[in-house]
């Protein structure tokens, strides 16, 4: 049942076979039953970690889950637990992938109920309706343990599911020069970007409603961050020479940075406003937003009306992402480009 490589037979593992693999879904779920016998006796640092696996042949909606690492300090990706050779206790290895639901509990510190090695690893595995402690046994800890098992199991089972991801915010002038430093919020999330414009989270939540095929959830990037960044007055003239006809916008993103108001058209109103915000006469737009964000890899298709359709400011991200059908497990091209509003 229970596999350990070395961390160098684990990296051509991972290469050679579970790189075709999806990656996995991550869960929140916490630790909350008999705390005495199954979570704070275990170890002190609480890593105890509940994890699904189900192999890639068990039928088309089958991956492998990560549920939880209750330091937060596990990847979405891999669980690591250290391995022996029977002698010398080895670096991190990767922990093998099986048909069977694992508990495992990371450096334990309890050798009378989760023993396996000299090497302070302590697990146990639930495998068709029986509970292991590596081959010991011991009825009253695994009676205990299997109760709390099947109840954080339950818990986790109703609980939303999440996936990663990651992705960049560019500047739609230059889509190669992401925005350093760039804070904003998806979702619930409040994120930062790094020097490169990338942007990395662990965890947004599924609507289980969208559940289907091509669908999922909105990620949609929202800032209402500095207001008047490399907004000035020559803005306004170049607003107004668009609408007299003198200097016609030439891209679409020009457009949407200049509806100061919204209304899905450039008009007098949005050059007042935009005046009104460089007096500092009024310290938001209208809608309280002063970016919009353009999925970076959509193409307008009318590019001197940009409203001609309902164009899309946020990625739905699900499992079935592809058009091949595939599962997707982590999404790694979230990318937006960026539009300040009255940056023209």
Not at 131 to 157: H, I, R, V
């Amino acid at each position: 049942m229970m596999n350990f490589f070395t961390r160098r037979t684990a990296l051509f593992l991972w290469t050679c076979v579970f790189s075709a693999l999806p990656f996995s879904a991550v869960f929140a779920c916490s630790c909350s039953f008999s705390p005495d016998t199954f979570c704070e006796s275990i170890n002190e640092d609480h890593q105890l970690v509940l994890a699904s696996f189900i192999s890639s042949d068990g039928g088309p909606n089958a991956h492998y889950r990560v549920v939880e690492g209750i330091n937060n300090d596990l990847t979405g990706d891999t669980i690591l637990v250290l391995g022996h050779d029977g002698a010398n206790c080895l670096e991190e290895v990767l922990y093998g992938m099986f048909s069977d639901t694992i508990l495992l509990a990371l450096n334990g510190g309890n050798a009378a109920t989760y023993a396996w090695s000299a090497c302070g690893v302590f697990y146990a595995f639930y495998e068709r309706d029986s509970l292991s402690f590596g081959g010991w046994s011991y009825p009253e800890q695994e009676k205990t343990a299997y109760t709390d098992f099947l109840a954080n199991l339950s818990e986790c089972q109703q609980l939303s599911e999440y996936m990663p991801g990651t992705g960049r915010i560019v500047d739609w002038r230059d889509t190669t020069s992401g925005l350093a430093a760039f804070r904003f919020q998806i979702n619930d999330l409040s994120l930062i970007t790094d020097g490169e414009g990338r942007y990395y989270f662990q965890q947004i939540p599924f609507r289980p409603e969208y559940w289907e095929p091509h669908a999922g959830t909105p990620l949609a990037p929202r800032s209402d961050a500095d207001i008047l960044q490399s907004v000035t007055t020559a803005d306004l003239i170049r607003m107004q020479k668009h609408i007299l006809g003198l200097t016609p916008f030439s891209h679409p993103e020009q457009y949407l940075a200049a509806d100061v108001d919204n209304s899905r058209h450039v008009s007098v109103m949005d050059v007042l406003l935009l005046r009104r915000i460089i007096l500092n006469l009024t310290t938001n737009f209208p809608g309280g937003q002063s970016w919009r964000f353009i999925p970076l890899d959509y193409e307008f298709p009318d590019p001197n009306n940009p409203w001609a359709e309902d164009f899309p400011e946020a990625i739905w991200i699900s499992y079935r992402t592809d058009f091949d059908d595939n599962l997707v497990y982590r999404k790694d091209d979230l990318h937006f480009r960026a539009i300040k509003i009255g940056d023209l």
